[in-house]
């Protein structure tokens, strides 16, 4: 069709014909960058339907790959899966011989099961504000019936307690802030100790018996007060440096999401009265006693003692 000079002369040509018409394209790319994402998106939508042709055989090679290797582990699966079930039933057998001979102690016992605590989940809401340096803001919606003290965990353990109340979200301080101070009871060596945090990821034991030092290793538990009661999980102990113990916690404290606030009442830390402490009515001129008391009247006295300088 050509002669040879005129394919030499297009030979020679076609480069610097691309070369120009990629520089076009950029500079066009460029000024009309609108009308090039347009029609870019729509060269996609129109060769969608092709990618997904040519996917679709490697996709479907996958699967039957998967299955394959499927069928030929299936008698090794069934084979564990039966073990698994005998284990399992042998300790099914166990937890209910100790469900019944638990019940048949708490009869004997006469033992009155402690009440289920009220809670509310919420989710998580850092805050980079407020008088703490080391709390979150809980979102737990409106109508709830949280309260001051209440007592913040997650699936792992112990985070905090509640400091404030709004009407959607709640500020629950952390366990590790500087100004939280926990009773907590060590599991191993049975002593008691101050959890006081420090600002840092791991609060501080202090106030334990310096002839009874915490053990490496060994759980950590509240030991209960108004509205915390003993035996939240806390953490294990762990020592930084001699004569330095401090808490692992268990919980992340550092990426919280899901957090419930547990209502266990409280009811004030009065102890009741002691025995023999009888209240009297009095008439309003005698002079009273600390705790509702008056002053005894003894025989042959005209006034109680301790009226008129006694």
């Known amino acids: ?54 996917v679709l055989p490697q ?54 099961p402690e009440s289920i605590p009220q ?16 709390a979150v803001l809980l979102d737990v919606g409106s109508g709830h019936q949280v309260h001051m003290g209440d007592v913040a965990l997650d699936s792992s353990g112990l985070l905090g307690r509640v400091t404030e109340v709004g009407p959607h979200t709640v500020r629950v301080l952390l366990i590790n802030d500087d100004a939280s101070r926990i009773p907590v009871t060590l599991a191993a060596s049975h002593g008691d ?19 009874h030092h915490p053990i490496e290793g060994e759980r950590v538990e509240t030991r209960g007060q108004s509205a915390m009661p003993a035996g939240l999980p806390i953490g294990t102990v762990h020592y930084l440096a001699p004569n330095r113990p401090v808490v692992m916690p268990d919980a992340d404290l550092r990426r919280l999401d899901i957090v ?21 009515r009095r008439p309003p001129s005698e002079p009273a006693l600390p705790g509702g008391l008056s002053f005894p009247k003894l025989p042959g006295m005209s006034e109680p003692l301790g009226k008129g300088g006694q």
Not at 79 to 87: G, H, K, M, P
């Open 193 to 211: 100790a101050i959890m006081a945090g420090d600002d840092t990821d791991t609060p501080r034991l202090i106030y334990y018996p310096q002839d």
């Open 119 to 134: 809670y509310v989940t919420g989710r998580v809401t850092r805050d980079d504000g407020g008088p703490y340096s080391r």
């Open 1 to 54: 069709m050509f002669s040879i000079h005129t394919r030499q002369v297009f030979a020679r040509a076609t480069l610097p014909i691309l070369i120009l018409f990629a520089v076009a394209l950029v500079l066009l790319g460029l000024v009309r960058r609108p009308i090039v994402d347009g029609a870019r998106l729509q060269a996609t939508d129109i060769l969608a339907p092709a990618y997904q042709a040519l």
């Open 260 to 280: 419930r606030v547990f209502d266990y009442g409280d009811d004030g830390g009065q102890a009741p009265d002691a025995p023999g402490r009888v209240k009297i």
């Open 59 to 112: 996709a479907k090679l996958r699967d039957w790959l998967v299955d394959l290797r499927g069928a030929t582990d299936l008698a090794r699966e069934n084979s564990r899966l039966r073990d698994e079930n005998r284990a399992l039933r042998h300790w099914y057998d166990v937890a209910v011989a100790l469900a019944a001979e638990n019940g048949r102690l708490k009869n004997s016992l006469h033992w009155i």
